[in-house]
């Protein structure tokens, strides 16, 4: 077996050109992988294409990217708490196609499994499957880019949309746990999106918080094997934040 671990992430993602398209792993601040985008940030790529439920929020994540400009368009499923999104997105200076969050997964997922589209009826009777969707705006607030229609059919007298795939170029993921062959270990509500776009990118990278020797980990924990995993990095010590904290006021008990 290759001992997929690189010295840093700076040269996990030396060779992300121009123009690539990512899935990246996260769901608002959890399991997000910060360590890479950073090393991204810093690497210079732009006219990125990325694939994620959300953009992050300001100042974290892949809201750094977006801040740069290093985003021309994305595929997700909300664009809140994000306001440098919701900007760009408006003044049409990122395209954004939104699809709803289950239909995200299961088209990452359909990615990683080889299987190029499927039938949903999540969107049938809306401007998901009729199109008309505003994917990107003119600066003077119309429509410059719209959704296309999409193909619909009956199964049993109900009726379903067809959505395509999601293979990217690359994925970025963070894991909890992971070992020198690439298997992972996601913690909690951190496993979010991370197993579906590890899946569906063609070189998929991974940081991981506790690095392990091969045979650490049982084979029944393992949630994403290695043989989708190309790259693993040390971040142990990442930066962990909270979305919102609630704080109790009063001294009740």
């Given at each position: ?72 368009r994305t ?126 990118g ?5 940081e ?42 009063g001294?009740?008990?």
């Amino acid at each position: 077996m290759i001992d997929k671990v690189v010295a840093s992430a700076a040269e996990a993602v030396a060779d992300i050109p121009d123009g690539a398209s990512l899935a990246v792993g996260g769901f608002g601040m959890s399991g997000v992988p910060v360590t890479l985008i950073e090393a991204l940030l810093a690497q210079g790529a732009t006219d990125l294409e990325t694939v994620s439920n959300n953009l992050g929020v300001d100042g974290f994540g892949l809201g750094n990217l977006l801040a740069a400009g290093r985003i021309r368009r994305t595929i997700g499923s909300y664009v809140g708490n994000n306001k440098e999104f919701a900007r760009q997105y408006l003044a049409g200076e990122v395209e954004v196609e939104l699809t709803p969050q289950g239909t995200l997964a299961e088209r990452l997922r359909a990615g990683g499994a080889g299987i190029p589209a499927f039938y949903t009826p999540a969107g049938v009777g809306t401007l998901v499957a009729d199109g008309g969707l505003p994917w990107r705006y003119a600066s003077d607030g119309s429509v410059a880019v719209a959704s296309p229609a999409k193909e619909t059919r009956e199964f049993d007298g109900a009726t379903y949309v067809m959505e395509q795939a999601i293979v990217t170029d690359f994925a970025l993921v963070h894991a909890w746990k992971g070992d020198r062959h690439g298997n992972l270990v996601y913690r909690r509500s951190s496993r979010n999106f991370s197993p579906d776009c590890a899946a569906a990118g063609r070189i998929t990278i991974a940081e991981v918080e506790h690095l392990v020797e091969p045979g650490e980990i049982d084979p029944d924990s393992v949630h994403t094997p290695g043989i989708h995993v190309q790259r693993v990095v040390d971040a142990s010590g990442v930066e962990k934040r909270i979305e919102f904290r609630t704080l109790r006021s009063g001294g009740g008990s």
